[in-house]
């Protein structure tokens, strides 16, 4: 019995997408936060805590993108046509924050009001482009003779607009359980106050999302609640609310480490009821891993280099967070 490869590539996309959305998250999440902490020393703190890190975050972005042009052609071609407009936002966003970043630390006094309101900006725009995509692949794309059918805004919904509010609440709430993490005193507390209502916003805006989409769509409804996928399906929402719950009592406590870790579970269960809905369709409503894959020759050969590069993408990463280990405090960090 041969390999599954078109199974195994939607796994490493899978989990270069996850780690995306793992560790641009938080970053992207501080950004978000900016708006609410006024202090310009709290301001560097926040941003120290990612200085050593941030850049690295995108490698995840590139190789999920050239996996995917590598591993399902098709995938590509239709999913960038239709997202045209929201990826090129994206893309812009994260431009405008990285320039941001540094301008911002090496501008003088009078010009760094500018740079922090781009890195605000950069990174809202970025994260709600994220949230309109992943809105519009929810809600599937038009598909004839194998090329993009539909309009150029077939994206701007109003689901679409709530799932782009849906990832600026998932992020805050990565950024906030981050710099609980990662600070201390009066900035430490001001994101366990800020934690808890968006922990809340959160949980709200996924059972929103958990009832929206089996309305929008009757096969992802049939998926959910037909016997006996309801059965097998029916841990994943009890394990969100028992996250939230773990959550919001660790918030509430004097822990720093378990914020962050319940955030990222919140996250992986809300990815995982996102795997359940489209499975196997790379290609929403209709066209799966298999149909869009390219040849096993170019599958098999482009694995090769994958297994390759990974293990180091992975090292090079975990070396990182652990030289940059421990709380940075005020003064300390990247000037």
């Not at 998250?25 to 941003?47: A, E």
């Amino acid at each position: 019995m041969g390999i599954d490869l078109p199974l195994l590539w939607a796994i490493i996309i899978g989990f270069g997408l996850m780690m995306y959305v793992i560790m641009d998250g938080f970053d992207l999440g501080i950004g978000i936060l900016f708006p609410f902490i006024k202090d310009r020393d709290d301001r560097d703190v926040m941003v120290n805590s990612v200085a050593p890190v941030w850049d690295g975050n995108e490698t995840w972005l590139v190789l999920g993108g050239a996996a995917l042009l590598a591993a399902f052609p098709l995938a590509y071609a239709v999913i960038l046509s239709a997202l045209y407009l929201p990826l090129m936002l994206m893309l812009a966003g994260l431009v405008w924050r990285g320039v941001a970043f540094e301008f911002r630390f090496k501008a003088d006094e009078s010009h760094k009001p500018f740079w922090d309101k781009a890195f605000i900006w950069g990174s809202y725009i970025a994260t709600f482009s994220q949230g309109l995509a992943l809105g519009a692949f929810i809600d599937g794309f038009e598909v004839k003779d194998g090329s993009y059918s539909g309009g150029l805004f077939d994206w701007l919904t109003p689901f679409c607009l709530f799932t782009g509010i849906g990832m600026l609440g998932a992020y805050a709430l990565l950024g906030a359980t981050w710099l609980v993490m990662k600070t201390e005193g009066a900035l430490q507390q001001r994101m366990r106050a800020l934690g808890r209502p968006v922990t809340l916003g959160v949980l709200a805006l996924l059972a929103i999302v958990s009832l929206w989409t089996p309305l929008a769509h009757e096969n992802i409804a049939n998926r959910w609640f037909s016997l006996p996928n309801l059965l097998f399906f029916a841990p994943v929402p009890l394990l969100v609310l028992l996250a939230g719950w773990a959550l919001l009592k660790t918030l509430a406590g004097n822990a720093e480490t378990a914020p962050f870790v319940l955030s990222l579970v919140l996250l992986f269960l809300g990815y995982t009821g996102l795997a359940i809905s489209l499975w196997p369709n790379i290609i929403p409503p209709a066209i799966s891993i298999w149909d869009a894959a390219s040849p096993p020759q170019s599958l098999g050969f482009a694995l090769v280099g994958a297994l390759f590069i990974i293990p180091f993408i992975l090292a090079y990463t975990a070396w990182s967070y652990y030289v940059f280990r421990g709380k940075v405090r005020t003064g300390e960090g990247y000037h």
